[in-house]
């Protein structure tokens, strides 16, 4: 599997990285994992094949992780050079469908009816199944909002990624990310400013623990966190393994066979 860093930022807008967004690559499937502005013209940037995009997998419906999903079907529809016949399926908690709609009602049509077969899934807590060509997707709830949702990506062949969404503490979460070779976590605020929906370096050193994940990448980092070096936080709370901190268009494979 290939995972890049489209996006690697927060609410708070930075001049080097934009909101939530991670793709993947696995067995010739190619995964967007949350859509947050800014996506789109990162992928491109990067030089990822957006184009053919098989999956577009939600975690939750913040507007940091959904912002650009009008504008990834706005370029689906007329962005491309040659008309895209290829299905786009998309997996999201309950209530994509009602958001579709909405979204369709403001931006227009392209977004429920792109030219191209789109298959929308809505999926729970407990879900577990294929995404096809020898990738699986399970997902499990966090305590973020009502629907929010932490994900697991499975290689058949070999590699796990596991990604915490937004998510506040939760031993139940880190269980069921546990032994991943990367876990793209959520650290969203210092340990001051701890609150129940998000992580903090000593939160997030406790589920790491727990998952014991090949290799940590902490991302969603807003800027009162962001000015301290995180990594060394979350090493000073207690999680010995290795960790990197997301940057955009940062690229890695998984499983791990050289630095960083
Ligand atoms: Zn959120
Ligand atoms: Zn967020």
């Known amino acids: 599997m ?26 010739g499937t190619r995964v967007l994992v949350d859509c947050g502005p800014g996506a789109v013209h990162h992928l491109a940037r990067f ?5 053919r995009l098989d999956h577009l997998v939600i975690s939750h419906f913040h507007n940091d992780h959904i912002g650009d999903l009008p504008m990834l079907m706005f370029a689906l529809k007329w ?20 958001l579709l709609a909405g979204m369709a009602g403001i931006f227009g049509d392209h977004v429920t009816d792109p030219g191209f077969p ?9 879900h577990d199944g294929p995404l096809g060509r020898g990738l699986s997707l399970a997902a499990t709830a966090t305590p973020h909002t009502d629907h929010s949702l932490a994900l697991r990506f499975q290689a058949r ?9 937004d998510t506040g503490p939760s031993h139940d979460v880190a269980l069921f990310l546990a032994g991943v070779d990367l876990l793209i976590a959520e650290c969203s605020f210092p340990d001051d400013l701890a609150m ?9 050193a406790g589920m790491a623990h727990t998952a014991r994940p090949g290799r940590l990448m902490v991302s969603h980092v807003y800027p009162q966190l962001d000015r301290h070096d995180v ?12 960790v990197v901190r997301a940057k955009d268009g940062m690229a890695l ?8």
């Open 231 to 242: 990594a060394a936080l979350i090493a000073a709370a207690g999680w010995d393994g290795p």
């Open 79 to 98: 962005g491309l050079e040659q008309r895209r016949t290829a299905p786009l399926s998309v997996w999201a908690p309950p209530g994509i469908q009602g």
């Open 253 to 260: 494979r998984v499983p791990f066979t050289e630095g960083p």
């Open 47 to 51: 030089t990822l094949p957006w184009q």
């Open 157 to 165: 062949r070999a590699g796990t990624i596991g990604y915490t969404g």
């Open 196 to 204: 129940d929906s998000h992580l903090t370096p000593s939160s997030l």
């Open 118 to 126: 789109l298959h929308v899934h809505e999926i729970a807590p407990g």
């Open 2 to 27: 290939e995972l890049t860093v489209v996006g690697s930022g927060t609410a708070a807008p930075e001049p080097e990285r934009v909101c939530s967004a991670f793709f993947i690559t696995a067995g």
